[in-house]
C-alpha cells in the first residue's frame, strides 16, 4: 500500500499520453495541447519514472508505445471522461429545454457522441435533437431557423466573426498510386452529391484548369475513401481520411483551401442550454485538438 501512495497518475500526463496517440507523435501533440514538445516529453518521462517501467518506443522501427503504454492507454480513456466528468458535474447550474443541432457526416462518426452523452447524463432535463447532413445544407437549415446551432465544416475565409472554431484541417487531392493520369484526357473525379461544398469549389476550378469528368458519385466519406483505394479516381479528402497507400497529389491541380470546423449558430439563437453544451465542445475539443473518428 505505501510503494502504490508514492505513485501518482497525473491528468495531465495521462492528457498528453493519448494527444500522442490521437495525433500520432509527440510534437504534434504538443501543438494540440498547446504545449512546447520538451514539456510533453518532460511529462510522459516523469509519468515512466513514477510507474518504473518505459510508455513510448523510443527504437527506431518500434512500435510508437510499448505494452505497459498500451495498457495504460486503455485505462487512460475512462480516467480522463471521469475526471473531466465529475469536474463538469461539481461546476453544473440546472438547465432545461430543448436544443435542435446539425452535424456533419464525419463529426457525427466521431467521439463527438460521447461528449452529447456526458452532456445528457449532466443535465437530464435537456433534450437534444440532431440532424445528420451535408454542410451546405446545415447552413440553410440555420439559416431558416430550423437549427439551433450546427457544426459545419467551412472553407478558411468563409468563417463568420460569430463562429466558434474548433479546429482546422487540410483539404487535399487524393489518389491511388496505381491510377494514372494522363495528360490529354479528363481527370476521373470521385464526387460527393451536389449539397457538398469541395465538389462546387472543384467545378469552380474547373473552369479555368484540368477538366474533371465525376465518375463516382456518393454522399459518405466512408464511400469515397473506398473508391480511392479502388482506383477508381482522384477526390478531395481532409486529414483524416487520408490512409494507407493513398498519395497527395500535388501538381497540374490547385492547392484546395484550408478547412475550419465551426460551431455555427442560428441568428437568434440564445439560451443557457446551448450556451453551456457549445461551451464543453468547445473545452473537449481544445484539449483533444480535434474529433476522433470513431473506432
Known amino acids: 500500500m505505501n510503494e502504490l501512495n508514492s505513485r501518482r497518475l497525473e491528468i495531465d500526463a495521462l492528457r498528453a499520453l ?16 498547446g504545449l512546447s514538445q ?8 516523469r509519468l515512466e519514472v513514477s510507474l518504473d517501467c518505459e510508455l513510448l518506443g523510443r527504437k527506431a522501427g518500434a512500435p510508437m508505445f510499448t505494452a ?19 469536474l463538469l458535474s461539481l461546476s453544473k447550474t440546472p438547465l432545461a ?80 498510386p496505381e491510377l494514372v493520369i494522363r495528360q490529354d484526357e479528363p481527370i476521373p473525379f470521385l464526387s460527393f452529391d451536389e449539397d457538398c461544398f469541395y465538389r462546387k469549389w472543384a467545378f469552380d476550378m474547373g473552369r479555368d484548369g ?30 483524416r481520411y487520408i490512409q494507407g497507400e493513398m498519395q497527395i497529389i500535388t501538381d497540374r491541380l490547385p492547392p484546395p483551401p484550408s478547412l475550419a470546423y465551426v460551431v455555427r449558430r442560428a441568428r437568434k439563437s440564445r439560451n443557457p442550454a446551448l450556451d453551456t453544451l457549445i461551451r464543453e465542445i468547445e473545452r473537449d475539443v481544445g484539449r483533444q485538438g480535434g474529433l476522433a473518428l470513431a473506432g
Open 18 to 33: 493519448s494527444a500522442i496517440r490521437q495525433h500520432g507523435g509527440i510534437t504534434k501533440a504538443a501543438v494540440a495541447l
Open 210 to 239: 484540368p477538366v474533371l469528368e465525376t465518375v463516382f458519385e456518393c454522399s459518405s466519406a466512408a464511400g469515397i475513401v473506398s473508391a480511392v483505394n479502388a482506383t477508381m479516381g482522384i477526390a478531395l479528402l481532409s486529414d
Open 97 to 176: 429545454g430543448r436544443l435542435l443541432l446539425g452535424f456533419t457526416e464525419d463529426t457525427a462518426c466521431s467521439d463527438l457522441a460521447r461528449i452529447l452523452g456526458r452532456f445528457r447524463r449532466l443535465h437530464p432535463n435537456v433534450t437534444v435533437r440532431t440532424k445528420v447532413r451535408m454542410s451546405l445544407v446545415l447552413r440553410v437549415m440555420l439559416e431558416r431557423g430550423e437549427l439551433d446551432a450546427a457544426i459545419v465544416q467551412v472553407f478558411d475565409h468563409e468563417v463568420r466573426p460569430a463562429d466558434v472554431i474548433l479546429y482546422r484541417e487540410r483539404l487535399h487531392w487524393v489518389k491511388h
Open 68 to 86: 505497459a503504454g498500451e495498457d495504460l492507454l486503455n485505462y487512460a480513456g475512462r480516467i480522463l471522461m471521469m475526471h473531466d466528468e465529475a
Open 38 to 45: 520538451s514539456a510533453v516529453s518532460h511529462k510522459i518521462k
